[in-house]
């Protein structure tokens, strides 16, 4: 009992560097632990191309984005197509009323717009639900980019998630609750796309 008294009162007491040490970093299971102070410097993202640049892979087509949307829905889709031309990048969009050529038939003009068009925006409504010619347009798009490489943007608004097309169950879609945050979110998501095309478009030349 003595010899062990002795070896505890005997026993190393840490140094005061020691004891700073342990006192300001966190515990760790391993023998070497990550701080940001010691970590390596990060890699910067680089920077965002500019889609509007001459020769930018974005001027391939004719259109930005094509707005799929039942005829009940016009006037929602007349503001985010104000909206969408109005910001900085000039979102050239595809309106079918106001864009297709009169005469010519209406199969004809939706696959052409989306053939000519980077993005396509389906405004999902119980009106669109309910419109073959938007299912029609719908799986043309699908047909287009198969591989749902961002494309295809589905956004939801008064519908049920039940009611989600089965078609699109691959894809995530924007839930339009409040208008603003929607059209936001959609701007967003097309200057993605444009931005992914233009940079892999570059990374191929290089």
Not at 98 to 108: F, H, I, K, L, Q
Request: glycine content about 4%.
């Amino acid at each position: 009992m003595a010899g062990w008294f002795r070896r505890l009162l005997h026993k190393r007491k840490p140094s005061s560097a020691e004891s700073t040490r342990s006192s300001s970093s966190p515990p760790s299971s391993s023998s070497s632990s990550w701080s940001p102070a010691s970590s390596p410097r990060s890699i910067r993202p680089s920077p965002a191309p500019d889609i509007s640049a001459a020769g930018s892979a974005r001027w391939a087509k004719s259109y930005d984005v094509c707005i799929c949307h039942s005829a009940g829905d016009l006037e929602l889709v007349l503001e985010l197509v104000s909206y969408l031309e109005g910001q900085p990048e000039s979102f050239r969009c595809f309106l079918q009323p106001r864009d297709a050529a009169p005469g010519s038939a209406v199969v004809t003009e939706l696959c052409d717009a989306v053939q000519n068009s980077h993005t396509w925006v389906m405004l999902i409504t119980p009106g669109f639900l309910g419109d073959p010619w938007c299912r029609y347009q719908m799986h043309q798009a699908l047909a287009e980019a198969p591989a749902a490489n961002g494309r295809a943007i589905p956004v939801l608004k008064d519908v049920d998630r039940r009611d989600y097309p089965k078609e699109l169950r691959n894809l995530y879609y924007i839930y339009m609750a409040l208008k603003e945050s929607g059209f936001q979110r959609i701007r967003d998501t097309v200057l993605h796309y444009l931005q992914e095309l233009c940079r892999s478009s570059v990374s191929r030349m290089e």
